[in-house]
């Protein structure tokens, strides 16, 4: 049976259910026989077009709705953000700012655990197989955990676009930006220390504390003391800044020395789920998600998480909705519901 008559009959079933009627029930609404009706539900007979006509008002749906499968996916150049790491290449397809953009949805950078919806396959790097139909999204890059909460601040402001995360370090998440792969990159540094992103604009996020994470009853206080113990240490990929911190703080001591350094956790709760669940003994994240993860925290720095826009694109209505989003209470509201997050800086122009 081809997959489009099998999606046709299955819309066209699901419509019926829908409804409450039998499949003898639907015939008689439309003058065929049941007989018909359940060759078109099993994807072996196409309806006419008066049929078709009249199965669409009986059942409250167009003949678009239930009979149509859209336009076949084409090849389009678009630029993915990252090799597949699956065999399907299954991704989502963002525009931003007019350049088509495929975010992977498989391999360990995928966001959110389970299976999300796909618009496209990446065939390679510089090409995907897929619809021109998803236009919407605001594409952020970083590593903040609760970049999420931008979803629900972005419908609470009136905003239809759909939220789409790309989790990586700061110095990855800026380097995207300035390729123009993403309409927002999120970076955080130690508070008050000076910074400069020419051809950006920053607005402040949050406020948090970076530092040391372990198990309550085994704390780690300092990284040499635990150096010496056999400690592992569940590390940060090159270029986050969570690295970039440890790499300051572990003195005259070669990376070799530390076992687990090696080790690459894409972000600050997977971190803190690696202690957690005895996979590492300690790690560098932030207080919110080693409080998340029921951990003990030794403070390293005092950071602030900012969003970073590009200056060229302050009239877009991509910005504009990013910035609605960032005004809204809501999104004050849940960002201070989260222990070891300060609102302070929200909306600010850093």
Same mark, same amino acid.
């Given at each position: ?118 618009? #496209? ?46 989790? #990586? ?182």
């Amino acid at each position: 049976m081809a997959e489009t008559g099998a999606s046709q009959g299955r819309r066209l079933r699901l419509a019926r259910l829908a409804r409450g009627w039998s499949q003898s029930e639907l015939a008689e609404q439309c003058g065929v026989s049941r007989q018909a009706v359940a060759g078109m539900e099993a994807g072996n007979w196409q309806p006419s077009l008066p049929v078709a006509i009249r199965m669409g008002s009986a059942l409250g749906r167009s003949v678009e709705a239930l009979f149509s499968d859209g336009d076949p996916p084409e090849l389009l150049p678009a630029t993915a953000l990252a090799e597949p790491s699956g065999p399907s290449g299954r991704a989502q397809l963002v525009e931003v700012f007019g350049r088509l953009v495929a975010v992977p949805q498989e391999g360990p950078l995928a966001a959110v655990p389970g299976f999300g919806p796909s618009d #496209c396959q990446i065939q390679a790097r510089d090409s995907v197989l897929g619809r021109r139909s998803r236009s919407s999204d605001l594409l952020v890059a970083g590593c903040d955990p609760a970049l999420p909460l931008l979803a629900e601040a972005l419908r609470a402001s009136g905003s239809q676009r759909r939220l789409t995360w790309w989790p #990586c370090g700061s110095a990855r998440a800026a380097q995207l930006l300035q390729d123009q792969l993403v309409h927002c990159a999120a970076i955080h540094h130690p508070t008050g220390e000076r910074w400069e992103a020419p051809g950006h604009t920053a607005i402040g996020f949050a406020r948090w504390r970076e530092g040391l994470v372990s198990r309550p009853g085994e704390e780690v206080v300092e990284i040499a003391a635990a150096a010496r113990q056999g400690l592992r240490i569940a590390n940060r990929e090159p270029g986050s800044e969570a690295r970039q911190l440890l790499d300051q703080t572990i003195g005259g001591l070669a990376p070799g020395e530390i076992p687990g350094y090696q080790s690459q956790y894409r972000g600050h709760l997977p971190v803190a789920t690696a202690v957690a669940d005895r996979g590492a003994d300690y790690g560098v994240a932030t207080e919110a998600a080693g409080l998340a993860s029921g951990l003990s925290f030794v403070e390293l720095t005092e950071e602030d998480s900012l969003i970073l826009l590009p200056t060229d694109r302050a009239g877009s209505q991509e910005v504009a909705d990013l910035l609605a989003a960032l005004a809204h209470r809501s999104l004050a509201e849940q960002l201070g519901s989260i222990p070891g997050y300060s609102t302070a800086i929200l909306g600010e122009e850093m």
